[in-house]
């Protein structure tokens, strides 16, 4: 499953750099990453089980995967919309790491395994996801388009 996963991630990200380049937005993708990168890399250095640089880099990857989705959740709020197989991305995206909470219970019943850094990050991410949730719901699963009210 890793060796899947490792060859999934890796075929994504040349997608994203070949195939598709020129599907990116520079007008409207105007997130500045530094908003995110400074405070996790702060973070993983302050909270982590052992300060090594392995343990280092393995925290702050579970910070980073939590607010990694706030640039796309960033981009849907300012053009208002998102295109279908987007919001499907997303959705499985969020599915995924409920998924891993649900994991977590069940770890914690069976094995009694609890590891606070993962929970809590997960628990993050999954906060952010849930207004993005309820739009996929009640929008895309109806078969409309996602569109954020308008602000009057």
């Not at 640089?53 to 990694?68: C, H, K, M």
């Not at 809590?120 to 991410?125: A, D, F, I, P, R």
């Amino acid at each position: 499953m890793k060796v899947v996963f490792l060859i999934s991630a890796y075929a994504t990200v040349y997608l994203i750099y070949g195939k598709f380049r020129k599907t990116f937005d520079s007008e409207n993708d105007s997130f500045r990453l530094e908003f995110l990168l400074v405070p996790v890399t702060g973070l993983s250095f302050l909270e982590n089980y052992n300060f090594t640089p392995l343990e280092i880099l393995w925290t702050f990857s579970i910070y980073l995967e939590s607010v990694a989705i706030l640039p796309q959740l960033f981009m849907i709020s300012k053009t208002g919309e998102a295109e279908t197989i987007t919001t499907h991305y997303l959705f499985f995206l969020g599915l995924y790491r409920a998924l891993y909470l649900a994991n977590w219970i069940w770890r914690y019943h069976t094995e009694n395994f609890y590891d606070q850094i993962a929970v809590v990050s997960g628990v993050v991410q999954t906060i952010f996801y849930c207004d993005f949730f309820y739009l996929y719901i009640t929008k895309v699963l109806k078969g409309k388009k996602l569109s954020l009210p308008v602000p009057i």
